[in-house]
């Protein structure tokens, strides 16, 4: 099966400042990876996903880098506000015949005034 | 939409009771996933269903678990008998097309074995 790390578990930035999250994979076959952010007390939400035909995917302050031969990923927060403190999880689907996603530990992000 | 529901969101039960834990999918979602959270393990994949059928089940610690889909608007996943290990939280998922498309969250059930 898949196994993901996810790097830093604690990432404390200045507001306005930027943050990066990084997450490594292990099965080469994944082809889907999506990062999901989860607010105290409520169910992970996704914020962005990106395939492995993509290098590169961009949603306003948020973006998400894949290197398929290094079998990497990062999230990339730009210009943080305090409403971006919260755990953000990376995932990778299996593509190896079973269906299901991993997710990594996650990362509590924290954004000081 | 009302989004994902769950119910109940705490439940505080003792060793050896039975524990249901309910999920309302969204409406014409043909996925629903079954996770555990916990501090140690992270979100963990317990079980998934396609149109009511389970389909992998693999990721059910025990069988002490035992998840049921009777229709398409109701899902549940039962424990028995509880252990203490079982604490954790239990989040229900719903997605249109399956695992390479958005997943949504109910908000959880807190489950506490004493």
């Known amino acids: 099966g898949e196994n993901v790390e996810q790097h830093p578990s604690t990432l404390s930035v200045q507001e306005g400042d930027s943050a990066v999250i990084k997450c490594t994979y292990s099965?080469?076959?994944?082809?889907?990876f999506p990062w999901y952010k989860q607010e105290l007390g409520k169910g992970p939400q996704l914020i962005i996903d990106i395939r492995s035909n993509v290098g590169e995917k961009k949603d306003q302050r948020i973006a998400v880098t894949l290197n398929k031969t290094a079998k990497h990923f990062s999230l990339h927060i730009t210009e943080t506000q305090p409403e971006d403190s919260a755990v953000y999880f990376c995932a990778a689907r299996w593509g190896g015949g079973a269906d299901g996603l991993t997710f990594g530990k996650g990362t509590h992000l924290i954004i000081q005034p | 939409d009302a989004g994902v529901i769950q119910s109940p969101r705490h439940e505080v039960t003792e060793m050896g009771q039975e524990v249901t834990l309910r999920c309302k999918p969204i409406?014409?979602?043909?996925?629903l996933f079954w996770y555990r959270q916990t501090m140690m393990r992270g979100l963990e994949l317990l079980i998934y269903?396609?149109?009511?059928?389970?389909?992998?089940d693999s990721g059910m610690p025990e069988d002490r678990f035992s998840a049921k889909m009777p229709n398409a608007s109701f899902s549940t996943l039962k424990i028995q008998p509880s252990e203490p290990r079982d604490s954790a939280v239990y989040f229900c998922?719903?997605?249109?097309?399956?695992?390479?498309?958005?997943?949504?969250f109910g908000p959880g059930t807190r489950l506490t074995v004493t």
């Open positions: 099965d080469s076959a994944s082809n889907y």
């Open positions: 998922a719903s997605s249109l097309q399956g695992f390479n498309y958005e997943q949504y």
């Open positions: 269903f396609n149109n009511n059928v389970p389909i992998d």
């Open positions: 409406s014409g979602h043909d996925y």
